[in-house]
């Protein structure tokens, strides 16, 4: 499969990396008000750190070549 730049796919990626970049910093706020506080202080900074290589996936137009790979794997004869 042959990579190509796509600027919609880079702006999507953009606001996905700084989404997850605002529940990065204020993963303490959104712990507090979303879910059970100090418990999930650990899952929320994960989460944000996912939305951010998802982001980067996205930006960087990946996300299909890695989709590409793995229906690959799973039909050969489908995707050619």
């Known amino acids: 499969m042959k990579w190509e730049f796509s600027l919609g ?8 990396m700084a ?3 605002a529940i990065v910093v204020f993963y303490k706020q959104i712990a507090d008000g979303a879910f059970s506080g100090v418990n999930s ?4 900074k994960l989460g944000g750190l996912i939305t951010i290589g998802v982001g980067f996936l996205f930006f960087t137009n990946l996300h299909s070549s890695i989709l590409y790979f ?8 489908v995707f050619k």
């Open 9 to 16: 796919w880079c702006i999507v990626g953009l606001l996905a």
């Open 19 to 21: 989404a997850g970049g």
């Open 41 to 44: 202080y650990n899952k929320v």
């Open 70 to 77: 793995i229906m690959h794997m799973i039909a050969p004869d």
